[in-house]
């Protein structure tokens, strides 16, 4: 890859009671590794907009630790199917930040929602 490049990734399952490959039962977890990403942005992803929702959305540097960013509810998305939430990766004066990974784990789920993450950035150098 090369320095600059637009990289897009989708969250792979770590904890799926259900093995559905998305977020549609309280547990469910997916992560990203965002190592070689910089200036993130983050979508959470309602699937199927029914029933209700808590995501937490966690970020690590090392892939061991976590610290929360954001809880996101059902009410926090746009109504409907296929409909997305944007964070990015950044201290409270809108610098871009780094680390390893960001997680999403649905705290409460109920109703029948389905829901995913992705990530977009640029390369960062010293990747191949």
Known sequence: MSLGKLINRNGTMTVDPNASGTIDTTGDQMVIDVTDVRQVLIQ???VVGVGTVALN????VDGVVFTQIITKVDTDFPAGNNKAIELTLSDVNGMPTACKQVRLTATALAGGGVYGLK???YQ???FA
């Open 119 to 121: 990530v977009s950035g």
């Open 124 to 126: 960062a150098g010293g």
């Open 44 to 46: 959470l992803v309602r």
């Open 57 to 60: 959305v966690e970020k690590s």
